[in-house]
């Protein structure tokens, strides 16, 4: 209902802001680390929100990036995962490390994350990847024409599509790149960086 929210940050408390917009106070809640570098009281600010509707409360997630909005909104698709548990994943978990440990079922790394255990981490990878292999399916799958080793470009890809791009654009981004001995999280890092240039 709300892709962001855009206005003056009126207060920073524990766990939430408050941004006026023509008046009125969004309630935002945030990761500590996002609410600390979003700026200063009286500040014209700009976060990507979930807003979620249940039967007892209305509440609205703010975040800094489209990216860490994606992972958050994959993370609560997860069952068993709630809204508390998926915004302190995001807090501290950049969502290009997340989508590479997913890809690579890297159990290790997500049960490094607070509240997330061996269960908990191998749900995550099982419905996550499942969800990926869904989009994948759906989408015109045509070839990079590049001399790599595509191991590397396909789970590239995978992760970028975790983190809410398509598999058209994610093509078209690199092939503007020199990829050779790029590593997949070179290639997901440098895929973002051009998707926040374009």
Same mark, same amino acid.
């Given at each position: &209902?709300?892709? !962001?929210? %855009? /206005?003056?940050?009126?207060?920073?408390?524990?766990?939430?802001?408050?941004?006026?917009?023509?008046?009125? /106070? !969004?309630?935002? !809640?945030?990761?500590?680390?996002?609410?600390?570098?979003?700026?200063?009281?009286?500040?014209?600010?700009?976060?990507?929100?979930?807003? =979620?509707?249940?039967?007892?409360?209305?509440?609205?997630?703010?975040?800094?990036?489209?990216?860490?909005? =994606? &992972?958050?909104?994959?993370?609560?698709?997860?069952?068993?995962?709630?809204?508390?548990?998926?915004?302190?994943?995001?807090?501290?978990?950049?969502? *290009?490390?997340?989508?590479?440990?997913?890809? *690579?079922?890297?159990?290790? !790394?997500?049960?490094?994350?607070? /509240?997330?255990?061996?269960? *908990?981490?191998?749900?995550?990878?099982?419905?996550?990847?499942?969800? &990926?292999?869904?989009?994948?399916?759906?989408?015109?799958?045509?070839?990079?024409?590049?001399? +790599?080793?595509?191991?590397?470009?396909?789970?590239?890809?995978?992760?970028?599509?975790?983190? /809410?791009?398509? =598999? =058209?654009?994610?093509?078209?981004?690199?092939?503007?790149?020199?990829?050779?001995?790029?590593?997949?999280?070179?290639? +997901? %890092? %440098?895929?973002?960086?051009?998707? *926040?240039?374009?």
């Amino acid at each position: &209902m709300l892709a !962001y929210i %855009k /206005g003056i940050l009126e207060m920073k408390m524990t766990d939430y802001v408050v941004i006026d917009v023509g008046g009125l /106070g !969004y309630k935002v !809640y945030m990761t500590t680390t996002d609410m600390e570098s979003l700026g200063n009281i009286g500040d014209t600010v700009k976060v990507y929100t979930y807003y =979620r509707v249940r039967e007892d409360d209305i509440s609205i997630f703010g975040f800094k990036t489209n990216e860490q909005l =994606r &992972m958050f909104e994959l993370l609560l698709s997860v069952s068993g995962v709630g809204a508390k548990t998926a915004l302190s994943m995001v807090a501290v978990a950049q969502p *290009s490390d997340f989508a590479i440990a997913v890809i *690579s079922e890297d159990v290790t !790394y997500l049960t490094k994350i607070p /509240g997330i255990g061996a269960k *908990s981490a191998q749900r995550i990878i099982l419905e996550l990847k499942d969800k &990926m292999k869904k989009e994948n399916t759906a989408l015109e799958a045509k070839s990079i024409k590049v001399q +790599i080793d595509n191991n590397k470009v396909e789970e590239a890809i995978a992760a970028l599509q975790v983190l /809410g791009y398509n =598999r =058209r654009e994610i093509e078209k981004a690199f092939a503007q790149l020199d990829m050779t001995n790029l590593s997949t999280e070179d290639l +997901i %890092k %440098k895929g973002l960086n051009l998707f *926040s240039k374009g």
